[in-house]
């Protein structure tokens, strides 16, 4: 039962920090739209090191799309997008860390530019939003996920 207990407060915790952390990339205009540049998606380290966190990740972007106005169909595809990026990061990134931001990085590079033009008509091209979105995410699970994922391995954070 203890276990099981650390386990959904751990996910609910990251699901909580998501959701803060995308409020902080809210108050910037970064949280969503042409370019992104998601505080939270540096969270997207943490099923290399909690299985659990595939939930909390997936749970704390569909609140936070929610909360910051999204239109229905971003939350959805968003949170599919954090989805397939956490399952992703849990079952290859636990055997080869390095690889780990790949998966979240790439889920919304092609789910979010088709969000935009299909939902909200951005007018860019498909090519040019990926490019945007990469970037953000390159930066946000790639830079600073990776360089956490190194700390907590570091001081072995369980």
Known sequence: MKDKTLKLTRAALIAALYVILTFLSQMFGLASGVIQFRLSEALTFMPMLYKESIWGLTIG?????????????????????????????????????????????????????????????????????????????IVCCGLMGFSLYKVFKKIDIQ
């Open 61 to 137: 972007c569909l609140i936070a799309n929610v909360l910051t106005g999204c239109a229905f169909w971003d939350v959805i595809f968003g949170s599919i997008a954090t989805l397939l990026g956490a399952l992703g990061t849990y079952y290859i990134g636990r055997k080869i860390p390095i690889l780990g931001p790949l998966f979240p990085i790439l889920s919304n590079m092609l789910i979010v530019p088709a969000v935009l033009q299909a939902v909200y008509g951005a007018p860019e091209s498909f090519w040019f939003l990926m490019i945007t979105v990469g970037i953000g995410e």
